[in-house]
């Protein structure tokens, strides 16, 4: 086997420098090397005698040779690999840095919105106040138009029943007492929290009811208007007889004598009683005017009656 020429030792040792193999320095150490041999051996082959060198320091010589290409190659390899293996955890390291950057900004956003129910409860505070208040004046405007609901309701009412004829009124007055006392016990509530919203809502059944009971009395009057007028006008006139009866009665008790004087005087009070009775202002209604009469006559002739008892013995 042939020995390897100077120049293929140097590309291969320049190879060696650009694959990492071997050091800048240790390019240039072996390379002088190689080419003082070179000079060495050209010297003992020439005809002229043997230049003198300049001794040199006894180094251990590097033989290059295919196995030491092959070493260098396996050192490169390794090289490559370590330098995969540094990319891999410089991908990594970068890897971790992003990670980071997002856990930092998710943990920045979890923060503030963890931060966000801190300031929530006085804001919430502040809407339930302005709410609590606006509920309150609600209510009271509520309560303030109750009252006057209510008492318009009450106002007719009353004015209806003060303007009902007296028998009628007389005739519906232990029906209405007892509605009142219905209206009560059916408007009690308690089933507001606050003393105002359960007298509104007391308020409001109560005006209901009125309004309802107003429409019934207007009703009620005229249907038992001429049933009413008819029962007051028979009583009117038992009464009259009976009064008619105890005036003949005290008459007849006096003496003979006392009254053949007051004989006259009766007969002109008969005819004047029946002029005064039969000339009242008639009524809006027919038995209304016939009503008064007989209460008329019953009157004169209870005063009279209590007159002539002055003359019995």
């Known amino acids: 086997m042939s020995k390897p020429s100077l120049t293929n030792e140097l590309t291969r040792l320049y190879e060696l420098l650009e694959k990492g193999a071997i050091t800048q320095e240790e390019y240039e150490e072996h390379k002088a090397l190689l080419l003082n041999q070179a000079r060495n051996t050209s010297s003992h082959n020439g005809y002229g005698d043997p230049v ?21 190659s396996s050192s490169a390899t390794a090289v490559a690999k370590n330098g995969g293996c540094l990319k891999s955890i410089l991908a990594t390291i970068g890897f971790l840095v992003v990670i980071s950057v997002i ?7 979890e923060k ?20 609590q208040e606006d509920t309150q004046e609600n209510i009271q405007a509520s309560l303030q138009s109750a009252k ?13 029943w003060t303007n009902m004829d007296v028998d009628v009124r007389n005739h519906l007055k232990p029906q209405q007492l007892a509605w009142n006392q219905q209206k009560k016990k059916q408007c009690q509530s308690n089933q507001y929290p606050t003393p105002e919203q359960n007298q509104i809502e007391y308020l409001n059944c109560e005006t209901e009811l009125t309004r309802s009971r107003i429409s019934e009395l207007q009703a009620q009057q005229d249907q038992v208007y001429v049933n009413v007028k008819e029962a007051k006008l028979q009583k009117l006139k038992q009464e009259a007889d009976d009064s008619i009866k105890t005036l003949e009665t005290t008459w007849d008790a006096i003496p003979e004598p006392i009254r053949d004087q007051l004989s006259s005087n009766l007969k002109s ?11 009242e202002k008639p009524a809006d209604t ?15 002739i209870k005063t009279k009656t209590k007159e002539l008892e002055g003359y019995k013995l």
């Open 52 to 72: 003198q060198t300049k001794p040199t320091e006894a180094k251990p010589q590097i033989i290059i040779n295919q196995s030491a290409s092959a070493a260098a």
């Open 103 to 109: 856990l930092k900004a998710c943990y920045g956003e």
């Open 112 to 131: 503030t919105v963890a931060s966000t129910p801190a300031i929530e409860p006085a804001a919430q505070t502040v809407t339930n106040t302005d709410s």
């Open 148 to 160: 006057q609901e209510n008492a318009a309701a009450n106002d007719e009412i009353n004015t209806l």
């Open 269 to 279: 009070w008969t005819k004047s009683a029946d002029n005064e009775c039969n000339s």
């Open 286 to 300: 027919e038995i209304q005017t016939e009503i008064n009469r007989f209460n008329c006559r019953i009157k004169l």
